[in-house]
């Protein structure tokens, strides 16, 4: 039966994951929360992804077809506009929900019902992995046992591209869909690699109460080919230029503290990161003497370097002693 007034909304945009799209739709559809829909953007697929989702034969599924490739957040914002959920939740095409992530995720508005966003943690599984090799939480340097409130200072102070940083941007909250409408917001469209964190920041500068819990229910797959696997570099180009673009907006300055940490974080990619990847890029592409250039030209590769290695390495050990 058709759900006429869902509880939430699943927004899936899709775009050539023929292997991965029925396991994401499935894993929405399966959820021990009945009362929702999914809705599924092809974005002008050119393998069997269409296929493959109107395959699927299911009340609750709704297909939107993008008659020329938009890219995922135009495509998040066109399932928004016709979702019929309170709330909305995002899942990529090609990761998946643990069966019990939206009731346990709507359990939260019991204990905090002024809420507006809520996430979870999120297990990092390889493709093809039988098993997670880690969480988000578990990864970071951060210890946190109970569901706590996220403002947007901590967001950005933790969101930041080193060895155990807390990156809650890669998280997908599932958000009131009122306060998404009332505020005017949407996932910008010319950013791909970052546009999660900045729809999430946007929210939160607009006053959303976004709470997190410890528990994961969303299974994060990294693969060869999925924007978050492109050059690095790339990634920290456009995320500067979002950072601008987040700066010159004139509804940010009634909290000075958030533009001052979004002012320090471009700072720090500017001339520390994106420094760095530039010759870790050029490493892995096998440019050795233009690698060699960029590390004379940016001493701080080595310390960077050496943070990373000391971090990564104490954090496994830590975790190698519990078992003992």
């Not at 990619?269 to 590390?295: F, G």
């Amino acid at each position: 039966m058709k759900i006429i007034n869902p509880k939430i909304s699943v927004i899936i945009p899709a775009y050539n994951v023929e292997s991965y799209i029925a396991q994401a739709i499935d894993s929405a559809l399966q959820q021990t929360e009945r009362n929702l829909e999914v809705i599924v953007v092809d974005d002008a697929s050119t393998d069997k992804t269409l296929a493959t989702i109107q395959s699927i034969q299911d009340t609750r599924l709704q297909i939107l077809i993008n008659p020329h490739n938009l890219g995922a957040a135009a495509s998040r914002n066109l399932a928004t506009e016709s979702a019929c959920g309170e709330w909305i939740a995002f899942l990529d095409a090609d990761d998946w929900y643990a069966p019990e992530r939206l009731e346990k995720l709507l359990e939260v508005i019991q204990a905090k019902p002024n809420a507006d966003m809520i996430s979870d943690d999120l297990y990092y599984i390889n493709d093809g992995a039988k098993s997670p090799w880690g969480t988000l939480l578990s990864e970071s340097d951060e210890c946190i046992d109970d569901i706590c409130k996220i403002d947007p200072v901590y967001f950005v102070e933790k969101d930041v591209p080193v060895a155990g940083a807390f990156n809650i941007g890669l998280t997908k909250p599932m958000i009131r869909k009122d306060f998404i409408l009332e505020n005017e917001i949407e996932s910008d469209a010319t950013i791909k690699v970052c546009s999660d964190f900045w729809f999430c920041l946007n929210c939160l500068a607009a006053g959303a109460n976004f709470f997190f819990i410890p528990q994961p229910y969303y299974f994060y797959r990294s693969r060869a080919g999925s924007l978050i696997t492109t050059n690095k570099s790339t990634q920290l180009d456009e995320f500067c230029q979002a950072a601008k673009k987040f700066l010159l907006q004139e509804k940010q300055y009634n909290n000075p503290q958030l533009l001052r940490v979004v002012s320090n974080q471009l700072d720090f990619i500017e001339h520390k990161v994106k420094p760095y990847y530039r010759v870790v890029d050029r490493l892995k592409t096998h440019q050795w003497w233009a690698a060699v250039i960029s590390m004379i030209q940016n001493p701080y590769f080595f310390i960077h370097s050496w943070d990373q290695f000391t971090t990564v390495f104490m954090r496994r050990f830590r975790r190698s002693t519990q078992n003992f």
